[in-house]
């Protein structure tokens, strides 16, 4: 029979895909493989700090200051020698009422969390700040300090507008004596017109450049200074200029931050974390695929197959997509396997209803899936709509489940409604003498056909 | 159809049981861990000997820290738990537990382990034996705070998504009882097999020194999306007899369809959860202590979905049908 065949056809691609999948999953398994399973800090080891960004006092392009924040940090973790570290840009949900800004900093293998901090949190703030005008002293401090440190304002040029820092040595020239160490800062597009007008309308007046908070130096503007180069000469020891390029490189944090919570997992509770996971997985699938071969006997064979592919599809999705496993993922990846098989559940209870009605093999098959098919969609569009609003205010952590659990449920309805038509469809006899009917029975069943269906009493 | 006749028995019981819950979250309460008011928590484990935990608590509360709670975890660990630590803090918290060690031993010869264990997770070694920090995790309180409105708010959008979900999906079964009736069953379902879960835990709380963590929250939001299952399988088959006796012009009195629906998909609403409880016990024994508890609660909730589905939702219908009924049903019979 010709439909027959194409079943059969049909049956082998997807046998020949899922092989394809399982060789995939295989041969990435190794730790080097760009597929290869990328865990979460709570499995792997590590450290991940969130920090809120004070943004409060950046009036213009905040994204841009918030993003060379982040490219900034980035240097920096990268500078502490951290392999595939994350560094990340969050708003604070709207939901929860404050729209902070965060930034994410996952630190894989870190476990030092004040070295981590210190190294992250070392932050020259540099700042240029014109000597206030005349007749507008500061009303804080003592007289004597009034007298003697000049007050300073704040011009709106800072770090945030440094394109790099360089190291020259003196030539003589230019009120420079002969190797005397200069730092050189070079602005970006902006901050250069922004020193050029600051320069240019201030001439006579003292500049300040702040470093911490710190009067590094304080040159009397001579003229408008166009080119956005300005050139700090502080009476530098060579290496305390060389520190200070580093920094400036590195560093000048364009928006203050500050530490609101870290999260540190040692190696080995995440170690133990992922190979708890591992096995449980294991032996959640065994006894899922056991009840299901010893209830449903042969179409629970072909479910148990299915699910082997719902294994491997789940697989490859984390690998490829790729989906950072956590062990709340892994909680996710297991429930689903439980929950993978509930539409086979469905349509095998359904079959079995047919057949006791004296339906043919195949066609109880089809009526089966055709009828269970509202429900399953039902219940799965609901498990599908919490995965979603999870995943929207979540966590990281929430996230996690979120993600593995949405796509398992997604991904088991492929496998348990099509997979395993096609399978079954393409072993189904059309009738099926006494032994068809006990292999596509369940339960206590011998699979006799019963004359007062289709009601069931138990 | 025994469900059905007997559904007053039922009722009571899952009141009683519903009660028990309830009665279970006013009485020992529900304690919020660092997730949700913020907060810092150290694990270490102790290879040997463990130091003693009130000794040891006496020590860390001597440290400007606030108040600390420390409480033995697994064989051979100390779970710690203060107010928000700056990492400096941190450092002194382990230096002190490191001196603890050395102290418990009460020689003189031990050299205390506070400097090495400044240097964090990495194993401060002292005579006696070493202590390793497992985790620290620490939480400012506005982002706990944020945390727990977010977890509220999700927990109530799956609730209202949900509903509207089955009103819209059972539109078209509005006789004898309205679609809308359909989506506040499945409301009030969802109310218990989330209260259920949330008084075991209660108990849990109570007797293994567990808290309220975002992982709670995650378990309450996956038993939302499933035990929902089970009654869209039974409300499917009702709906699909009424569909089918109006087709055949057959007369049924109401509480017979849903009768024959519940024990029609009895076998298969028991064996969906089977497998799924199948799984969680995997998680449960197997699986790593940081889902332990989660899987415990899911567990409980899906049992509970179970039941409530076969033993409270379709037998709901009924009562709600008669008070609900559509006029000009024809079938208008004495409120119970």
């Given at each position: 029979?010709?439909?027959?065949?194409?079943?059969?056809?049909?049956?082998?691609?997807?046998?020949?895909?899922?092989?394809?999948?399982?060789?995939?999953?295989?041969?990435?398994?190794?730790p080097?493989?760009?597929?290869?399973?990328?865990?979460?800090?709570?499995?792997a080891?590590?450290?991940?700090?969130?920090?809120k960004?004070d943004?409060?006092?950046?009036?213009?392009?905040?994204?841009?200051?918030?993003n060379?924040?982040?490219?900034?940090?980035e240097?920096?973790?990268?500078?502490?020698?951290?392999?595939?570290?994350v560094?990340?840009?969050?708003?604070?949900?709207?939901?929860a009422?404050?729209?902070?800004?965060?930034?994410?900093?996952?630190?894989?293998?870190v476990?030092d969390?004040?070295?981590?901090?210190?190294a992250i949190?070392?932050t020259?703030?540099?700042?240029?700040?014109?000597?206030?005008?005349?007749?507008?002293?500061?009303?804080?401090g003592?007289?004597?300090q009034?007298?003697?440190?000049p007050?300073?304002?704040p011009t709106g040029?800072?770090?945030?507008?440094?394109?790099?820092?360089?190291?020259?040595?003196?030539?003589?020239?230019?009120?420079?004596?002969?190797?005397?160490?200069?730092?050189?800062?070079?602005?970006?597009?902006?901050?250069?017109?922004?020193?050029?007008?600051?320069?240019?309308?201030n001439?006579?007046?003292?500049?300040?450049?702040?470093l911490?908070?710190?009067v590094?130096?304080?040159?009397t503007i001579?003229?408008a200074?166009?080119?956005?180069?300005?050139?700090?000469?502080?009476?530098?020891?060579?290496?305390?200029?060389?520190?200070l390029?580093?920094?400036?490189?590195?560093?000048?944090?364009p928006?203050?931050?500050?530490?609101?919570?870290?999260?540190?997992?040692?190696?080995?509770?995440?170690?133990?974390?992922?190979?708890?996971?591992?096995?449980a997985?294991?032996?959640?699938?065994?006894?899922?695929?056991?009840?299901?071969i010893?209830?449903?006997r042969?179409?629970?064979?072909?479910?148990?197959?299915?699910?082997?592919?719902?294994?491997?599809?789940?697989i490859?999705l984390?690998?490829?997509v790729?989906?950072?496993?956590?062990?709340?993922?892994?909680?996710?990846?297991?429930?689903?396997?439980?929950?993978?098989?509930?539409?086979?559940?469905?349509?095998?209870?359904?079959?079995?209803?047919?057949?006791?009605?004296?339906?043919?093999?195949?066609?109880?098959a089809?009526?089966g899936?055709?009828?269970?098919?509202?429900?399953?969609?039902d219940g799965?569009?609901?498990?599908?709509?919490?995965?979603?609003?999870?995943?929207?205010?979540?966590?990281?952590?929430?996230?996690?489940?979120?993600?593995?659990?949405g796509?398992?449920?997604?991904?088991?309805?492929?496998?348990a409604?099509?997979?395993?038509?096609?399978?079954?469809q393409a072993?189904?006899?059309?009738?099926?003498?006494?032994?068809?009917r006990?292999?596509?029975?369940?339960?206590?069943?011998?699979?006799?056909?019963?004359?007062?269906?289709?009601?069931i009493?138990? | 159809?025994?469900?059905?006749?007997h559904?007053?028995?039922?009722?009571?019981?899952?009141?009683?049981i519903?009660?028990?819950a309830?009665?279970?979250?006013?009485?020992?309460?529900?304690?919020?861990?660092?997730?949700?008011?913020?907060?810092?928590?150290?694990?270490?484990?102790?290879?040997?000997?463990?130091?003693?935990?009130d000794?040891?608590?006496?020590?860390?509360?001597?440290?400007?820290?606030?108040?600390?709670?420390?409480?033995?975890?697994?064989?051979?660990?100390?779970?710690?738990?203060?107010?928000?630590?700056?990492?400096?803090?941190?450092?002194?918290?382990l230096?002190?537990l490191?001196?603890?060690?050395?102290?418990?031993?009460?020689?003189?010869?031990?050299?205390?382990a506070?400097?090495?264990?400044?240097?964090?997770m990495?194993?401060?070694?002292?005579?006696?034996?070493?202590?390793?920090?497992?985790?620290?995790?620490?939480?400012?309180?506005?982002l706990?705070?944020e945390l727990?409105?977010?977890?509220?708010?999700?927990?109530?959008?799956?609730?209202?998504a949900?509903?509207?979900?089955?009103?819209?999906?059972?539109?078209?079964?509005?006789?004898?009882?309205?679609?809308?009736?359909?989506?506040?069953?499945?409301?009030?379902?969802?109310?218990?097999?989330?209260?259920i879960?949330t008084?075991?835990?209660?108990?849990?709380?109570?007797?293994t020194?567990?808290?309220?963590?975002?992982?709670?929250?995650?378990?309450?939001?996956?038993?939302?999306?499933?035990?929902?299952?089970?009654?869209?399988?039974?409300?499917?088959?009702v709906?699909?007899?009424?569909?089918?006796n109006?087709?055949a012009?057959?007369?049924?009195?109401?509480?017979?369809t849903?009768?024959?629906?519940?024990t029609?998909?009895?076998?298969?609403?028991?064996?969906?959860?089977?497998?799924?409880?199948?799984?969680?016990?995997?998680?449960?024994?197997?699986?790593?202590?940081?889902?332990?508890?989660?899987?415990?609660?899911?567990?409980?909730?899906v049992?509970?979905?179970?039941?409530?589905?076969?033993?409270?939702?379709?037998?709901?219908?009924?009562?709600l049908?008669?008070?609900?009924?559509?006029?000009?049903?024809?079938?208008?019979?004495?409120?119970?």
């Open positions: 029979m010709n439909s027959r065949l194409a079943r059969v056809i049909s049956a082998v691609v997807v046998l020949a895909i899922a092989c394809l999948l399982a060789y995939f999953v295989w041969a990435t398994e190794n080097s493989s760009r597929y290869a399973v990328h865990l979460g800090l709570d499995l080891g590590g450290t991940e700090l969130i920090y960004a943004t409060s006092k950046i009036t213009s392009d905040k994204q841009g200051a918030l060379s924040l982040r490219d900034v940090i240097r920096r973790v990268n500078a502490f020698g951290v392999a595939e570290p560094v990340e840009l969050e708003k604070a949900s709207s939901v009422g404050n729209g902070e800004d965060r930034l994410l900093v996952d630190l894989p293998g476990t969390v004040k070295a981590a901090v210190d949190g070392k020259p703030v540099l700042e240029f700040q014109l000597e206030k005008q005349e007749g507008t002293p500061s009303k804080i003592t007289s004597t009034l007298s003697f440190t007050v300073f304002e040029l800072t770090g945030q507008y440094l394109k790099s820092a360089e190291l020259q040595f003196g030539n003589g020239q230019g009120g420079t004596s002969a190797n005397e160490p200069i730092v050189v800062l070079h602005f970006n597009d902006q901050g250069a017109k922004l020193f050029e007008q600051i320069t240019a309308n001439v006579g007046r003292q500049l300040a450049i702040f911490d908070g710190k590094i130096s304080d040159p001579q003229e200074i166009p080119g956005g180069n300005a050139t700090i000469t502080g009476k530098f020891t060579p290496q305390e200029a060389r520190d390029v580093e920094n400036l490189n590195f560093g000048a944090l928006v203050p931050i500050l530490l609101v919570s870290s999260d540190t997992v040692g190696p080995t509770l995440g170690d133990v974390a992922y190979h708890a996971g591992l096995i997985s294991l032996i959640g699938f065994a006894l899922v695929s056991l009840f299901m010893l209830w449903y042969l179409p629970g064979v072909i479910a148990t197959i299915a699910l082997t592919i719902y294994v491997f599809i789940t490859s984390i690998k490829t790729p989906i950072t496993l956590t062990a709340s993922g892994i909680a996710g990846f297991i429930l689903s396997i439980g929950l993978a098989v509930d539409a086979n559940v469905l349509i095998f209870e359904r079959m079995k209803e047919e057949l006791k009605a004296g339906k043919g093999a195949q066609e109880a089809t009526i899936f055709g009828r269970a098919w509202p429900a399953i969609r799965h569009l609901t498990m599908i709509i919490s995965a979603i609003i999870l995943f929207w205010v979540g966590t990281s952590l929430i996230k996690g489940f979120a993600l593995v659990f796509f398992g449920v997604i991904t088991s309805l492929i496998s409604v099509f997979i395993t038509r096609i399978f079954l072993i189904l006899p059309e009738h099926g003498g006494r032994a068809w006990f292999l596509l029975s369940s339960g206590f069943h011998t699979g006799t056909t019963d004359p007062n269906a289709p009601s009493d138990h | 159809m025994y469900i059905v006749t559904r007053r028995l039922f009722f009571s019981i899952i009141g009683a519903f009660v028990i309830i009665g279970s979250i006013a009485i020992f309460g529900l304690p919020l861990s660092i997730d949700f008011t913020g907060g810092s928590l150290v694990e270490v484990s102790y290879t040997g000997h463990r130091p003693d935990i000794a040891l608590s006496k020590s860390v509360n001597q440290l400007a820290l606030g108040e600390v709670s420390v409480r033995e975890s697994g064989d051979n660990g100390v779970m710690l738990r203060t107010r928000t630590l700056t990492p400096a803090e941190h450092e002194e918290l230096a002190q490191g001196t603890e060690i050395a102290s418990s031993t009460a020689s003189s010869t031990v050299a205390t506070s400097t090495t264990a400044a240097a964090s990495t194993a401060s070694t002292t005579a006696l034996g070493t202590f390793t920090e497992l985790r620290f995790n620490s939480i400012g309180p506005s706990g705070n727990a409105t977010k977890a509220l708010y999700a927990l109530i959008a799956v609730i209202i949900i509903m509207l979900y089955i009103a819209w999906a059972f539109r078209r079964v509005s006789r004898p009882v309205s679609s809308w009736v359909y989506g506040g069953i499945v409301v009030v379902i969802l109310f218990h097999d989330v209260l879960p008084g075991f835990y209660a108990i849990l709380c109570h007797f020194g567990s808290q309220v963590d975002s992982l709670f929250a995650v378990a309450l939001l996956a038993i939302l999306g499933y035990s929902v299952n089970d009654t869209i399988v039974i409300f499917d088959r709906r699909e007899h009424l569909h089918n109006e087709h012009k057959l007369v049924e009195p109401f509480e017979e849903v009768g024959k629906s519940v029609e998909t009895m076998g298969r609403s028991i064996n969906t959860s089977l497998t799924v409880a199948l799984a969680l016990i995997a998680l449960v024994v197997f699986g790593s202590a940081e889902t332990r508890d989660f899987a415990l609660v899911l567990l409980v909730g049992i509970a979905g179970t039941y409530s589905s076969i033993l409270l939702a379709a037998p709901l219908l009924i009562p049908g008669k008070r609900f009924a559509k006029a000009g049903d024809g079938n208008k019979k004495k409120k119970k």
